[in-house]
């Protein structure tokens, strides 16, 4: 796709190149699942029409720059993944026989990508406000789980990455801390939300065994917010473990051998009328045992 890479070709040949290479991948390995190059757009429409038998998923790619204001900056990924989900039901729904193949995306990259390459090159350093950007991103997906397959978070280390290093030390980047607090501790089977959450973000999902229900509230404004949620017919109890990504500056940022600016804080507590508390500038989890 990109024109300032080595062996880019335009889409007429491209889609040809794709076809012609699957067929050959198939023959040796008919199980092997392809993911296709895309880009919202002509793009993605013309591959859709003419690759849709030669591929299993569709690639995307987001990266978002920096905001002044925190609230615009935190919700970019969000507002991106919900314009690529959109752009791929449309897809669906436009292309005769497409929905019934449901090429999910394959969202590969995805990230914040600006500021100073401290960390060597691309190594870009990471604030509290992204990882913000990213809770509200993961929240997105998991809206969104119908049309993403998978979304990979680029990359791991130093280069636009959730872990810095230096040659004698290691540590997680703010955004490191969100991927890692998510993937121990957030439900995986979404729950539909509704509500006005102001400019939190909210989102839900039970535990595999659906015992527990967990609640993630993202907070990007600069006060202390109030959530107060209605289960339905689900009772939880009132005791809650709860884990918490906070710094009252979104500018805050942890070094590699230094004590940490922003960590993961877990605390046992009691739930009172449904009413959740988010600190500033914080993310938030928390895991709600079903009576």
Not at 74 to 87: G, K, N, P
Not at 224 to 241: H, I, M, R
Not at 250 to 258: C, D, I
């Amino acid at each position: 796709f990109g024109d300032w890479q080595l062996g880019h070709m335009p889409l007429s040949e491209y889609v040809k190149k794709n076809n012609t290479v699957a067929d050959a991948i198939w023959k040796m390995d008919p199980s092997a699942q392809l993911v296709a190059v895309g880009a919202v757009g002509d793009w993605d429409l013309t591959m859709l029409k003419d690759c849709a038998d030669h591929m299993n998923f569709m690639s995307e790619h987001i990266y978002c720059k920096e905001k002044q204001n925190v609230v615009a900056h935190a919700r970019q990924l969000a507002d991106e993944i919900r314009r690529v989900a959109a752009a791929h039901r449309e897809y669906n729904y436009e292309i005769p026989g497409l929905a019934e193949k449901n090429i999910r995306v394959a969202m590969d990259e995805w990230n914040y990508w600006y500021g100073d390459y401290i960390y060597g090159e691309l190594g870009v350093r990471y604030h509290m406000k992204d990882a913000l950007g990213v809770a509200e991103g993961l929240d997105e997906y998991f809206r969104n789980s119908d049309i993403f397959f998978m979304a990979n978070y680029a990359q791991t280390v130093n280069v636009i990455g959730c872990i810095k290093v230096t040659p004698t030390a290691a540590d997680f980047a703010t955004t490191g801390l969100v991927l890692k607090m998510y993937r121990h501790h957030y439900g995986n089977l979404p729950i539909d939300v509704s509500g006005e959450t102001g400019d939190m973000d909210v989102a839900a999902a039970w535990t595999e065994d659906k015992k527990a229900i967990t609640l993630a509230i993202v907070n990007p404004d600069s006060t202390s917010q109030k959530l107060t949620a209605d289960f339905g017919a689900v009772s939880v109890k009132p005791e809650a473990t709860r884990w918490v990504i906070a710094n009252p500056d979104p500018e805050s940022y942890n070094t590699p051998g230094q004590t940490p600016n922003v960590v993961i804080k877990e605390s046992k507590v009691k739930i009172e009328n449904s009413t959740f508390t988010a600190p500033a500038y914080s993310v938030n989890l928390y895991r709600l045992e079903v009576r």
